[in-house]
């Protein structure tokens, strides 16, 4: 589902919060979104790079505001949640998708980086999806919620991949995390359909970012493994968060979007 398939203002005058919109996956979701018309409330710790994604929506049919908070913070989450019916009326759709912890591999485990990185994938998550829901219910319109999760949250890393880039690999703890996300999702549609909120999530695959894009044969070690011989995009995540937030979506709830290429289905 690519997001053009959508007329130009599906989303006119909807209300949507992205967290780590300054990120790489965050920002094409949340610049995907505004071409749709959406009023886009981008948020993040640092207020540079939530700017940035701003400013490449100046020729877009919506908006992106950027509203530096922190997830992990109850105030923060509200005040995003503000800012988003003072902008477009009431909250609409919420995407989670920040991500944080510090990167510690087996054999080698540190306890604080473990929780750390359980925390802020998996708790954090949680309870702004509560926030967010509240605020919907609030409202009366129902809504509906994305979480990004990961395809590391449905298979292994496979060491060989990178045995020749090992700055590269995945944690344990980010792979158990994106798999509680995965099912706390379809617990969350069970428990707010009631109130007319839809919950899904999608599971991206390889997408590497610009930074991981300068290792040339790490992309070619991931490309191999990927039926579609190739990574991803960023900007081809935003389509199928399009769709889940969407009226196209109506009938699916509880749902984890796969978006890896096929790398999961070997």
Not at 159 to 185: C, D, L, M, R, S
Request: proline share 6%.
């Amino acid at each position: 589902m690519n997001a053009k398939l959508l007329a130009r203002d599906a989303m006119a005058g909807w209300g949507i919060g992205v967290s780590g919109g300054g990120s790489h996956l965050g920002r094409a979701i949340a610049l995907g979104l505004a071409s749709l018309g959406a009023t886009v409330v981008v948020f993040g710790r640092r207020r540079e790079p939530l700017e940035e994604t701003a400013a490449l929506a100046a020729d877009l049919s919506g908006t992106i505001v950027p509203e530096p908070a922190d997830q992990h913070l109850d105030a923060d989450l509200a005040r995003v949640l503000d800012r988003i019916e003072k902008e477009a009326g009431r909250v609409h759709g919420w995407v989670n998708n920040a991500v944080g912890g510090r990167r510690t591999l087996l054999r080698s485990l540190e306890r604080s980086a473990v929780e750390e990185t359980v925390e802020s994938t998996l708790s954090d998550l949680i309870l702004a999806t509560e926030a967010a829901a509240a605020r919907m219910i609030d409202a009366g319109q129902g809504g509906a919620i994305v979480n990004v999760a990961s395809m590391y949250g449905l298979v292994s890393p496979n060491p060989e991949t990178y045995k020749n880039h090992p700055q590269f690999h995945n944690p344990p703890a980010y792979g158990a995390a994106k798999a509680g996300v995965i099912e706390f999702t379809r617990y969350a549609a069970c428990h707010y359909a009631p109130d007319g909120i839809r919950v899904n999530c999608v599971s991206p695959g390889p997408f590497p970012s610009q930074v991981v894009q300068r290792e040339a044969g790490f992309v070619a070690e991931l490309a191999r493994r990927v039926p579609l011989g190739r990574v991803g995009d960023a900007a081809e995540l935003a389509g199928p968060v399009a769709f889940l937030l969407s009226p196209l979506s109506s009938f699916v709830t509880g749902h984890d979007l796969v978006v890896d290429g096929g790398w999961t289905t070997w």
